[in-house]
């Protein structure tokens, strides 16, 4: 027996929808067990639940308190050196600095802030966007490099939330992936 051409049509398309609702109710179900990918497209470690460091009282250097919460939306690239900043973590830190010019137009966007032993003022005043400070509550201690003279690193949104962090060892290519994922 020979099908309804308007039969065979409503079937087509009841077709199609099942093909679109299938991988909808499996994203459905496999969100609400709780499970998670185990490779993800970030480099860094994802913090989550988000960190809110807004309320973490950082003074910079010349004695004004940090402000997490930026009206121009800007990024925050946190630089988390261990028990001392020589060589190799100031070699990481103007790494980061590079980095920063390579996004070109975007660079306004990201702020370096630097959290830290104290560096020499000429260092600082050569490595112009830097800006240093202390962090009197310990809220970035976590965070922090594990090694006396490595560099750790942490993102921080524009309204003051730590969503990304980047351990001791951590690669530039993988962070400046992630910023320009999140900066364009």
Known sequence: MAMKKSNRGRLVLVGILVLF???LVAAFLLR???WQPTRTLQSGI???PPHDVSTAPVTLSDGNRYGWQDPQYRWT???LP???CARNCQ???DEVLRMRITLGR???RLRVLYLGPALAQDFLAARAPLVAGRDGSGAFAFARAQGADDLALALV???GQLMLRYADGYSAQGLRSDITKILY
Do not use: F, K, M, W
């Open 21 to 23: 609702a299938i991988p």
């Open 32 to 34: 609400g067990s709780g």
């Open 46 to 48: 994802l913090v989550h």
């Open 77 to 79: 690239l946190v630089l």
């Open 82 to 84: 261990g028990n001392e």
């Open 91 to 93: 070699t990481r830190l």
């Open 106 to 108: 975007n660079a306004d």
């Open 157 to 159: 949104d524009p309204r």
